[in-house]
């Protein structure tokens, strides 16, 4: 028997397109959010859906929207602010749960802490189950599939395309702005590292024209090594800052330097919160359909030749991390997680049923060039 699905942050941006995606796939999530006039009037505009009041404020409020055998969504941002009470309930109840985090801190944070306990509890964790960070792990998967054992290298680029002009969400903003903060790491020499964010650079051919994209610690590091042993390196780059890649490198590195120095992180910490505050809105619908998604992935030997090269390409983040998180959670409530403990995506749900999900939610494999 299917369990319920609770979508925790149900009131927020990325939570209301999650809700609307669930609701579209004929499901009936319990939306759950601190605002209990906002959760009344949305599950009535989506069909009399039920709701359930929980804050991160008050922990006990939320291990009670699950039980074993639930399915706990949590939208609420920034994660290392406000995810933990989410992650905690999880664990308790022994419910299987997903996030729409894309911060390197907590991802690491549910693999290494909650993920032993997750599997001491029998549930499934599948962290930054988004845009941030399920493509390059689809398409990174699906290319080192194709080039076989000899592959050790993997390197993936996240590219926008059309105009992105209308900038990120509310919650994206802040889980941005934490991020530069804290350390970040990569899969290097066969081991996680720890580095800063955008010590590399790369540039990728997207649409016939080099791009460029800075390294950030994702959801990859973890997740593909699993998958494929004989990886040695795992590089993930974003390339939405195009010709700012360099200066926000140099800034990286500055930032770096002066955060060792006591005081200073609390410091910047500080003034982020008050500039950047939370669940504040994002593009519309008409906004969003103006851009798009490519996200490449190249599997390399040892000596650094090319084995393959896969791309997926598609919908705007914001619309691909509704659908794939509703995706997720009716995979998952139907018996569909593959294991218990932290998991990657291609490890939840099984490569090619995760390719299906994510053609579902809007971004797909493109053919190879002729």
Partial sequence: MAGRIVLFGATGYTGRLTAEAMVQRGLRPVLAARNVERLRTMGDELGGLEIAVADV??????QSLVERGDVLLSTVGPFARYGEPAAEASVLAGAHYLDSTGEPAFIRRVFEEYGPRAESAGCGMVTAFGYDWVPGNLAGALALREAGDEATRVAIGYFFTGDPGGGASGGTSAS???????????????????????KRIASFD??????????????????????????????????????LSRPFQAMSAGMAVATLVPGVKAGFEAVASRLVKGSTGGPDAATRAKSGSHIVAVACDSNGRRLAEVRVAGANGYDFTGAILAWGAETAAA???????????????????LEAGCREAGIERLPAAG
Wanted: aromatic share 10%.
């Fill in 335 to 353: 018996g569909g997680m593959r294991g218990a403990g932290a998991l990657g995506p291609a490890e939840a749900f099984g490569l090619d049923e």
């Fill in 57 to 62: 404020s008050s922990p006990d409020s939320v």
């Fill in 206 to 243: 997207v649409g016939g024209r080099r791009r460029q994209g800075i390294s950030i610690g994702a959801s990859e590091h973890f997740a593909l090594p699993r998958l494929y042993p004989s990886l040695r390196d795992v590089d993930v780059y974003l390339g939405w800052f195009g010709p």
């Fill in 176 to 198: 941005s702005a934490g991020a530069m903060l804290e350390p970040m790491f990569a899969w290097r020499d066969g081991a996680l590292r720890i580095e800063r964010g955008a």
